[in-house]
């Protein structure tokens, strides 16, 4: 592992070092560009910490020993790109299903399909919320450089802990093939998950607020039943409507009721700004370029920067919608987070899109030329 | 001798059953419980994982230990995690055919390469029997399915053969028949070092029927399928008895019957058989002179010999190799010296 201090590094060797440290005792792989570094950097590192790397047939297999590895007492992660998030999809579902803590990172690429296979891409964002089938709720994360990819992996562990969720590191092509600098801290702050403390606890089920139930491991005697099939609070299977909506809204509320705590913005220039550029990941870097160079133009542009682009944080964005006359949304797929953006804003501002295609990041200028166009 | 009773209350949970009634998913959790009584393990230690189908439904939510019921065909992925995080956990493992040979297929022989620790018992019952009997990569050619009402037009993996192929240390074949020998090989498999492999072929009155033309009232059913497991297996190393042909009938088993019994020197009955259909069993002392007077009755279309196109059963696989979970350990203690 690095040492603490500063590094020039690639951003997935930042992210299996943020894992490493987060508490990573077992990470799948299956290859994939570009998101494979992360395991090279992992199976070299993570024994040396009494780790395990496992490379399985595919990325289905990934997911699902990741998920027996949580639930046999791991902090378990796994790292793949778009078709193999693709792969994953039915898996992750049994893991909202099953409150499975891990940490899923998705260097985006450029698809459909194949597409532009080593090109970065934010396009899988709505396969991140949406992708698997039924009803549940995720928390995914946005770095936007080295540092994060660091930074928000651990945050990301934390998460999954903390809510017994998955979480998504969405990263893309350009932050995970990135040298920039790392500064690695002396110690970070990890969180565990609650464990039960008698028998008569059940993993399904709490009167606890924060409506996350407490979670034994395998081998702890607690004779358990963890199903993907809806389940009573003792955990037997029962298809009951009243039993389904338990897990559906609980497991929603769990995630909603704490996203001012999950919630993650990165703010620059926007108290009396006129014109927002609302970014994440890598298209963050250009719109962070172009509202610094409207303000030498003289135009009152600000950033607003998802760290958490899931949930989304709909009352900030609200709240910056009565603030400026235009929001520009940036991003590097065909406009999607636009689309929600339109829906929270609901016309209280104007909203554009600037959204690129192309395994490409969009320009500095073309932002600027946006921005300047709206104020 | 310990009852019913004694292995119900220490390793059963008590809720119906949600098998279809004569199903053989029972016989395999009575052989599981009574596998895990006799080698004295420690249940809290014990893992059951399965995947989707009728086949998950034995260890869950049945089996009162730790239990992981999964997605369709991943059983033994998910496992893997858990068994190689984990390696104190006796992890048994629950599939199907359709599960673990069909959409499973790719981790089935992965984990036997691998020769990772679990136990897997592939429950076979030549169907997708859950979802309403379709064809599995276990139908046999020219067997009637919801979706092969013409025959299917494919043809079956061997799948002991397979897997050991594939890479697993212990392997080994039985049906719900021969629970004896079975319970003997899960703890075999259990206490083997490495990725034991066990299928059990199963009887399924309620898809059966139509997959093997079983004519009859339903409760007469599971006892005919453990019969036709029977008389159309033999044990591998077992000396077979021999002494008898079948006489496939034209059109009618009766009739033939019929004839047969007016023969000298033979014992004649109707069984049901898994290859060659509902057939007359003819006993005899000289099997090659009634073979000739059989095929002379006008009720007889063919003669088979007793052995012929028997599916083989018993233990295939049985040595040593390297095991991923030790693997693993080992590079950990390799990785903390550089």
Redesign the interface.
Known sequence: MLEPGRHLTLGNVACAEGALRAGC??F?GYPITPASEISHHIA?EI??V???Y?Q???E??SI???????????K?MTATSGPGFSLMQ??IG?AHMTETPLVLVNVQRSGPSTGQATDPSQQDIMQARYGSHGDYEVIAVTPWSVQEMFDLTVRAFNLAETYRTPVMLMADGVVGHMKEKLTVPEKVDVVDRRKPTSREDTPWGTDDPSGVPPMP?????????????THRPD???NYAPEYHQMIVYRTRDKILNAEPKIRDIHREHLDDARVAVLSFGASARPSYDAVVKAREQGVKAGLFRLRTLWPLPENEIRALADQVDAILVVEMNVGKLVKEVERVVCGKAKVASLAKVGGVLPLGREVLEEVRRLA | MKNLKYYRDRYV?R?PSAFCPGCGGGIILNCFVRAIDDLGLDK??I?A?SGIGCSAWIP??NF????????HG?AI??????????P??TTVVFVGDGDGAGIGG??LI?AARRNIDLTVILVNNMSYAMTGGQIAPTTLHGETTVTSPYGNPESPFDITQLVRAAGASYVAKWSTYHVVELTRSIKEAIEHKGFSFIEVLSQCPTQQRRIFNLRGPVDSLPPRILDMFSESTVVKDRPEKGGYVYAVPKTSSEETLKQVKAMDDVEARIVDHMIHGRVVRVDTKLPDMVCGKLLELGSVSDVKDHLEEKIELGVFEKKTRPEFTDA?RE??R???C?
């Open positions: 005792r077992f799948a070299a024994p040396k009494g780790g395990l496992v399985m047939e595919d289905i297999a699902a020993s990741v998920i027996g590895a949580s639930w046999a007492g791991a378990a039915e898996n049994y491991a395998f081998g702890e005697g607690y004779a358990l039943l963890v199903t993907g099939s955990g037997v299977r | 949970r809720q809290d230690k893992l994982v869950s939510p009162n230990g730790d239990t992981l019921h999964t997605t991943r992925a998910f496992a893997t995690g858990a068994k190689t995080f984990n104190e956990l790719n981790h992965h693993l590079i950990i390799k990785a903390r550089d």
